[in-house]
């Protein structure tokens, strides 16, 4: 079972600045946080990924409280090609033979 | 730098049947990962295989195996073919069996089975 839970689904316009939380109140100590992104007919796409506090990259930032139960995904001004599914996973990364668990993941819908 | 290459990228089966789909993992990248996502679902992962042996497995039943071939690239099987079993499975590749630096998926292979 996926260790995450996120909204279903979200809405945002052109030009917004869209934040997704994801819950994971059963993170363990080694385990970081990692977002991807899938467009339709596509296989998912690595966005970002953290341990504490703040991460950012050209793409989006990744704010994560000292608790580390929850993290925020921010997308800068979205576009409408910014429509896709994301997904939050958590995992020990540097553990060998760790799995990316999948969850449903937020629908992101932008419109002019 | 090639990504990840998914041959076919689409495929019609009969139930019953047994289908073999391919993998290419991105230039050095040594552990190949399997998915099958069902429409409006995440991902669902079948295995995982790092120099050539099969490392790590989810809920998938034995009707599915795998090969890892030494140039890394990787095959997918899948036996006695059922409805529920289309999909579109997805390759990931990463260096090493972590995936500190993320998965590289390809575009997946979409299967249909009548």
């Known amino acids: 079972l996926a260790k995450t839970t996120q909204p279903i689904s979200m809405d945002s316009y052109e030009g917004q600045e869209v934040n997704i939380t994801c819950s994971h109140n059963?993170?363990?100590?080694?385990?970081?946080i990692t977002w991807y992104q899938q467009f339709p007919s596509q296989g998912p796409r690595f966005i970002i990924q953290?341990?504490?506090t703040k991460v950012t990259n050209e793409v989006a930032s990744l704010f994560i409280p000292a608790d580390r139960k929850s993290s925020t995904l921010s997308l800068p001004r979205v576009s409408l090609s910014d429509t896709a599914v994301y997904y939050c996973l958590v995992g020990d990364m540097d553990q060998a033979g760790t799995a990316l668990i999948f969850g449903k993941g937020t629908t992101l819908s932008v419109s002019s | 730098d090639a990504g990840v290459t998914q041959s076919p990228t689409h495929l019609i089966k009969t139930r019953g049947q047994q289908v073999t789909l391919r993998c290419s993992p991105k230039?050095?990248?040594?552990?190949v990962s399997w998915y099958q996502q069902a429409l409006g679902q995440g991902p669902q992962f079948i295995f995982q295989?790092?120099?050539?042996?099969?490392?790590q497995r989810g809920n998938f039943p034995d009707r599915f195996s795998g090969h890892q071939f030494p140039n890394y690239s990787s095959e997918l099987n899948v036996n006695a073919l059922l409805l529920g079993d289309s999909a579109l499975y997805l390759c990931?590749?990463?260096?090493?069996?972590?995936?500190?630096?993320?998965?590289?998926f390809g575009s997946g292979t979409r299967l249909t089975v009548v």
């Open positions: 953290g341990y504490k």
């Open positions: 295989y790092y120099e050539e042996e099969e490392r």
């Open positions: 990931a590749s990463s260096l090493g069996q972590s995936s500190t630096y993320g998965y590289t």
């Open positions: 059963n993170i363990a100590t080694n385990d970081y």
């Open positions: 230039s050095g990248h040594d552990t």
